[in-house]
């Protein structure tokens, strides 16, 4: 006989079946999910050594694929890479290709994340700013190649990002129309902003031959084609600018010219799975 007050048994618990079932459902949905990898720690890059690479939020799924393969091309590269995402739009939905594509491993990358975008973000009060700006700070502090993902819309943003980086990932999925917005942002950089590298990204080759011809017959520069598949060239790397010496995102962020109301969600941290 039970004291009162006294838990019962697990097994006369009515519930306990039901209980077991979802957690037997739970660990064999985990176990068939694709294995994910932490990036390993490591010393921190020496400033000078610091690379950064901008991706515009264009195109099919806003660049998020091409966030993706360029943090896989860094990796195989060598280096320790770092995502800040300014883009607060959600992603596209998952496509049937993607949907019955066989799970392959991850890597856990660093992911600092604006939800409410530049500039509602620059609109916060200094202390809050500066907050977010310091944190921010020692997010790009422990990479060598920081990949920042900003939304077409926020030209201003993305033309002084890619100034301060000297380096531009343009993804074209999406058809001609991407092909062509890509093509506009790229003559209004190479007009102003000349020596700034333009890297073209697309997973349909006819895409990419159709942007290199018309940078190249339009606009006299090359674009600089990264090989996602293969671990070789740094060429593209190398031909980036060392970060301003107070840091790329503060840089990025020391204009307060536009001041928008303020949102509640100001950074997230995480990871991305490339």
Known sequence: ????????????????????????????????????????????????????????????????????????????????????????????????????????????????????????????????????????????AACDLLLVRIPFCERQALTKAAFLARGLVVPLDGGDCAVHAAFRLSRDLAESLPGISLVPFASDGAALDLYSTMVRDFLGVPADLIDTGATGSNEVLDSLAAPPAEGFLAALLADDAHRAPPCPRLLELGTLEV
């Open 1 to 140: 006989m039970s004291r009162p007050g006294e838990e019962a048994e697990a097994g006369d618990h009515p519930l306990a079946g039901v209980l077991d079932r979802l957690m037997s459902r739970e660990r064999g949905a985990r176990s068939s999910a694709p294995a994910v990898s932490p990036l390993p720690a490591g010393p921190r890059a020496e400033p000078g050594a610091r690379r950064m690479l901008v991706v515009a939020g264009a195109g099919q799924n806003s660049g998020r694929d091409a966030l993706a393969a360029i943090a896989r091309w860094g990796l195989s590269a060598g280096r320790r890479i770092a995502i800040v995402d300014f883009d607060p739009a959600p992603p596209s939905a998952t496509t049937d290709r993607d949907a019955g594509a066989v799970p392959e491993a991850r890597t856990a990358i660093p992911l600092a994340s604006i939800p409410c975008g530049l500039g509602a973000l620059r609109g916060e009060d200094p202390a809050t700013v500066s907050a977010v700006v310091e944190r921010l700070r020692r997010h790009e």
